[in-house]
């Protein structure tokens, strides 16, 4: 079993900076490709971003490139994700998630409880 815990949310103005963090514990592994997800209110989950555990590869939604950018630190076991330029569109519940497998296929299997991100115009 994997715990994964966020933290680093917050209310920020638009145009400003938050750092969200990621901590796994529990059995983590060397397969793991692990993301980010969010969820504003009223709307789905939408993926925002993942990398594989070598960081040699990430993926990025459309909405988040060129501002936001993912990473990780396997000796601490804590994934980042560095958001700049914020938007008030960016506000959202964000969420850390791992999984199996490839960066490009397959279901997320290990869920955090999310941390609140705000951005006020």
């Known amino acids: 079993h994997v715990q994964l815990v966020e933290s680093g949310g917050g209310l920020v103005q638009a145009g400003g900076s938050l750092r969200l963090s990621c901590a796994a514990s529990?059995?983590?592994?060397?397969?793991?490709?692990t993301g980010w997800f969010r969820q504003a209110p009223g709307k789905n989950r939408d993926f925002v971003a993942a990398?594989?555990?070598?960081?040699?590869?990430?993926n990025y939604a459309d909405s988040v490139k060129e501002r936001f950018t993912i990473s990780r630190d396997n000796a601490k076991n804590t994934m980042y994700l560095q958001m700049n330029n914020l938007k008030p569109e960016d506000t959202a519940i964000y969420y850390c998630?791992?999984?199996?497998?490839?960066?490009?296929?397959?279901?997320?299997?290990?869920w955090g409880q999310g941390t609140q991100v705000t951005v006020s115009s």
């Open positions: 998630a791992a999984k199996f497998g490839t960066i490009w296929s397959g279901a997320y299997n290990y």
């Open positions: 529990g059995r983590t592994s060397s397969m793991f490709v």
């Open positions: 990398i594989t555990y070598s960081g040699d590869n990430t």
